[in-house]
Protein backbone atom coordinates (compact mmCIF):
# COMPACT_ATOMS: atom_id res chain seq x y z
CA UNK A 1 0.00 0.00 0.00
CA UNK A 2 3.05 2.67 0.93
CA UNK A 3 4.75 1.55 -2.52
CA UNK A 4 1.62 2.63 -4.26
CA UNK A 5 1.25 5.75 -2.16
CA UNK A 6 4.49 6.71 -3.62
CA UNK A 7 4.02 5.90 -7.05
CA UNK A 8 0.66 7.57 -6.91
CA UNK A 9 2.30 10.92 -5.88
CA UNK A 10 5.19 10.56 -8.11
CA UNK A 11 2.19 10.38 -10.91
CA UNK A 12 1.06 13.88 -9.64
CA UNK A 13 4.29 15.92 -9.34
CA UNK A 14 4.67 14.71 -12.99
CA UNK A 15 1.19 15.85 -13.95
CA UNK A 16 1.81 19.10 -12.32
CA UNK A 17 5.32 19.95 -14.09
CA UNK A 18 3.38 19.16 -16.97
CA UNK A 19 1.17 21.91 -16.42
CA UNK A 20 3.59 24.05 -15.47
CA UNK A 21 5.45 23.73 -18.35
CA UNK A 22 2.42 24.05 -20.82
CA UNK A 23 1.90 27.40 -19.11
CA UNK A 24 5.64 29.06 -19.41
CA UNK A 25 5.23 27.79 -22.94
CA UNK A 26 2.15 29.42 -23.56
CA UNK A 27 3.33 32.56 -22.06
CA UNK A 28 6.35 32.72 -24.02
CA UNK A 29 4.43 32.39 -27.10
CA UNK A 30 1.88 34.97 -26.26
CA UNK A 31 4.93 37.22 -25.38
CA UNK A 32 6.88 36.30 -29.16
CA UNK A 33 3.66 37.31 -31.34
CA UNK A 34 3.11 40.91 -28.93
CA UNK A 35 6.85 42.10 -28.96
CA UNK A 36 6.83 41.08 -32.86
CA UNK A 37 6.06 44.67 -33.64
CA UNK A 38 8.83 45.89 -31.31
CA UNK A 39 11.19 43.37 -33.19
CA UNK A 40 10.88 44.91 -36.49
CA UNK A 41 10.63 48.63 -35.36
CA UNK A 42 14.22 48.24 -33.63
CA UNK A 43 15.61 46.06 -36.20
CA UNK A 44 14.79 48.85 -38.71
CA UNK A 45 16.57 51.58 -36.42
CA UNK A 46 19.61 49.57 -36.00
CA UNK A 47 19.87 49.73 -39.96
CA UNK A 48 18.95 52.75 -40.59
CA UNK A 49 21.54 54.03 -37.43
CA UNK A 50 24.34 51.75 -39.00
CA UNK A 51 23.80 52.68 -42.75
CA UNK A 52 25.20 55.77 -41.81
CA UNK A 53 28.48 54.72 -41.23
CA UNK A 54 28.54 52.18 -44.37
CA UNK A 55 32.53 52.57 -46.46
CA UNK A 56 33.71 54.02 -43.09
CA UNK A 57 36.92 52.54 -42.14
CA UNK A 58 38.29 52.01 -38.36
CA UNK A 59 36.20 51.08 -35.52
CA UNK A 60 33.88 51.63 -38.14
CA UNK A 61 34.38 48.88 -40.27
CA UNK A 62 32.31 46.11 -38.96
CA UNK A 63 28.97 48.05 -40.04
CA UNK A 64 30.54 48.17 -43.61
CA UNK A 65 30.95 44.13 -43.51
CA UNK A 66 27.82 42.92 -41.98
CA UNK A 67 25.89 45.46 -44.28
CA UNK A 68 28.38 43.72 -47.32
CA UNK A 69 27.20 40.09 -45.64
CA UNK A 70 23.65 41.14 -45.99
CA UNK A 71 23.26 42.89 -49.42
CA UNK A 72 24.91 39.51 -50.89
CA UNK A 73 23.36 36.99 -49.06
CA UNK A 74 20.06 38.28 -49.02
CA UNK A 75 20.30 40.06 -52.53
CA UNK A 76 19.26 43.53 -51.61
CA UNK A 77 20.59 46.56 -51.48
CA UNK A 78 20.30 49.35 -48.95
CA UNK A 79 17.63 49.48 -46.31
CA UNK A 80 14.72 50.63 -48.11
CA UNK A 81 16.41 50.10 -51.79
CA UNK A 82 19.41 51.04 -53.68
CA UNK A 83 18.43 54.87 -53.90
CA UNK A 84 19.47 54.55 -49.95
CA UNK A 85 23.20 55.25 -51.39
CA UNK A 86 22.38 58.30 -52.99
CA UNK A 87 20.45 60.02 -50.21
CA UNK A 88 22.85 62.51 -48.15
CA UNK A 89 21.42 61.55 -44.90
CA UNK A 90 20.63 57.91 -45.35
CA UNK A 91 24.56 56.99 -46.27
CA UNK A 92 27.91 58.34 -45.83
CA UNK A 93 28.25 56.92 -49.05
CA UNK A 94 26.64 60.03 -50.78
CA UNK A 95 29.66 61.91 -49.73
CA UNK A 96 32.27 59.60 -50.44
CA UNK A 97 31.29 57.45 -53.43
CA UNK A 98 28.40 59.34 -54.91
CA UNK A 99 27.48 57.63 -58.54
CA UNK A 100 28.60 54.37 -57.44
CA UNK A 101 27.13 51.79 -55.47
CA UNK A 102 28.75 49.00 -52.84
CA UNK A 103 30.19 45.97 -55.08
CA UNK A 104 28.05 43.68 -52.80
CA UNK A 105 24.80 45.01 -54.23
CA UNK A 106 25.78 43.94 -57.78
CA UNK A 107 23.44 41.14 -58.93
CA UNK A 108 27.07 39.18 -60.74
CA UNK A 109 29.68 40.47 -57.68
CA UNK A 110 33.13 41.43 -58.55
CA UNK A 111 35.51 43.93 -57.33
CA UNK A 112 34.75 47.32 -58.43
CA UNK A 113 31.31 46.12 -59.98
CA UNK A 114 29.50 49.02 -59.10
CA UNK A 115 31.67 51.81 -60.27
CA UNK A 116 29.80 54.59 -61.66
CA UNK A 117 26.61 53.17 -62.59
CA UNK A 118 24.44 55.58 -61.02
CA UNK A 119 23.37 58.38 -63.04
CA UNK A 120 24.68 61.74 -61.54
CA UNK A 121 22.28 63.88 -62.55
CA UNK A 122 19.10 61.91 -61.33
CA UNK A 123 19.81 59.26 -60.21
CA UNK A 124 16.29 58.33 -59.51
CA UNK A 125 14.98 58.21 -62.83
CA UNK A 126 17.36 55.95 -63.92
CA UNK A 127 17.80 52.40 -61.67
CA UNK A 128 21.41 51.76 -62.03
CA UNK A 129 21.58 48.28 -64.11
CA UNK A 130 22.41 44.96 -62.21
CA UNK A 131 21.80 46.27 -58.90
CA UNK A 132 19.94 44.83 -56.75
CA UNK A 133 16.58 46.81 -56.13
CA UNK A 134 14.84 45.52 -53.40
CA UNK A 135 15.66 47.10 -50.28
CA UNK A 136 17.00 44.89 -47.16
CA UNK A 137 14.87 45.71 -44.24
CA UNK A 138 12.17 44.31 -46.45
CA UNK A 139 14.04 40.78 -46.71
CA UNK A 140 15.15 40.65 -42.99
CA UNK A 141 11.17 41.77 -41.84
CA UNK A 142 9.30 38.95 -44.24
CA UNK A 143 12.61 36.23 -42.36
CA UNK A 144 11.94 37.61 -39.24
CA UNK A 145 8.48 37.10 -39.45
CA UNK A 146 8.38 33.69 -41.11
CA UNK A 147 10.43 32.41 -38.73
CA UNK A 148 8.77 33.68 -35.71
CA UNK A 149 5.64 32.41 -37.53
CA UNK A 150 6.89 29.06 -37.62
CA UNK A 151 8.41 28.89 -34.18
CA UNK A 152 5.19 30.10 -32.60
CA UNK A 153 3.42 27.25 -35.15
CA UNK A 154 5.79 24.57 -33.69
CA UNK A 155 5.23 25.27 -30.65
CA UNK A 156 1.98 25.65 -30.66
CA UNK A 157 1.74 22.15 -31.58
CA UNK A 158 3.62 20.96 -29.20
CA UNK A 159 1.29 22.43 -26.48
CA UNK A 160 -1.38 20.98 -28.53
CA UNK A 161 0.46 17.44 -27.97
CA UNK A 162 1.15 17.91 -24.92
CA UNK A 163 -2.55 19.12 -23.52
CA UNK A 164 -3.50 15.28 -25.21
CA UNK A 165 -0.58 13.93 -23.37
CA UNK A 166 -1.66 15.16 -19.61
CA UNK A 167 -5.64 14.40 -20.63
CA UNK A 168 -4.20 11.00 -20.98
CA UNK A 169 -2.46 10.95 -17.91
CA UNK A 170 -5.43 12.32 -16.15
CA UNK A 171 -7.30 9.41 -17.21
CA UNK A 172 -4.93 6.87 -16.34
CA UNK A 173 -4.28 8.72 -13.17
CA UNK A 174 -8.12 8.33 -12.36
CA UNK A 175 -8.67 4.60 -13.61
CA UNK A 176 -4.97 3.79 -11.45
CA UNK A 177 -6.83 5.17 -8.14
CA UNK A 178 -10.12 3.84 -9.40
CA UNK A 179 -8.49 0.41 -9.26
CA UNK A 180 -6.58 0.66 -6.15
CA UNK A 181 -9.59 2.09 -4.02
CA UNK A 182 -11.24 -1.20 -5.67
CA UNK A 183 -8.75 -3.59 -4.34
CA UNK A 184 -8.35 -1.45 -1.26
CA UNK A 185 -12.84 -2.17 -0.64
CA UNK A 186 -11.87 -5.77 -1.50
CA UNK A 187 -9.07 -6.71 0.94
CA UNK A 188 -11.33 -5.36 3.48
CA UNK A 189 -14.00 -7.45 2.74
CA UNK A 190 -12.09 -10.34 2.54
CA UNK A 191 -10.75 -9.33 6.08
CA UNK A 192 -14.09 -8.45 7.79
CA UNK A 193 -15.10 -12.41 6.25
CA UNK A 194 -12.32 -13.83 7.37
CA UNK A 195 -12.65 -12.03 10.90
CA UNK A 196 -16.20 -13.33 11.46
CA UNK A 197 -16.55 -17.45 12.65
CA UNK A 198 -18.05 -20.39 9.85
CA UNK A 199 -21.75 -20.31 10.44
CA UNK A 200 -22.06 -23.64 10.04
CA UNK A 201 -18.73 -24.78 12.35
CA UNK A 202 -20.42 -22.65 14.79
CA UNK A 203 -24.10 -24.89 14.92
CA UNK A 204 -24.06 -27.67 17.67
CA UNK A 205 -23.61 -31.29 16.39
CA UNK A 206 -26.69 -33.88 16.46
CA UNK A 207 -25.74 -37.48 17.17
CA UNK A 208 -27.01 -39.32 14.58
CA UNK A 209 -30.22 -41.47 15.95
CA UNK A 210 -29.35 -45.25 16.49
Same mark, same amino acid.
Given at each position: ???????????? $? %???? @????? &????????? @???? $??????? @????? $????? %????????????????????????C????????????????????????? !????K???????????? *?????D????G??? *????????????????????????????????? %????? &???R? *??? $???? &?????????????? !? %????????????
Amino acid at each position: YATNKSIEKKVD $E %FLAA @MIIVL &LAQFAAVVI @MFVF $EAGVHYY @MAEGM $EHSLL %FYGKGGVNAKFTESWDYVQKNHECCGEYGWADYTTPNASNWFSTKFGSMP !DSCCKEFSVGCGQNVVH *RANPLDHPPEGIFK *RGCYKVLEDYTTNWLTITGSTALVFMFIQVLAI %FLNIS &LHRRY *REH $EDYQ &LQSRKVKEVKESQP !D %FKSSLPTIPAPI
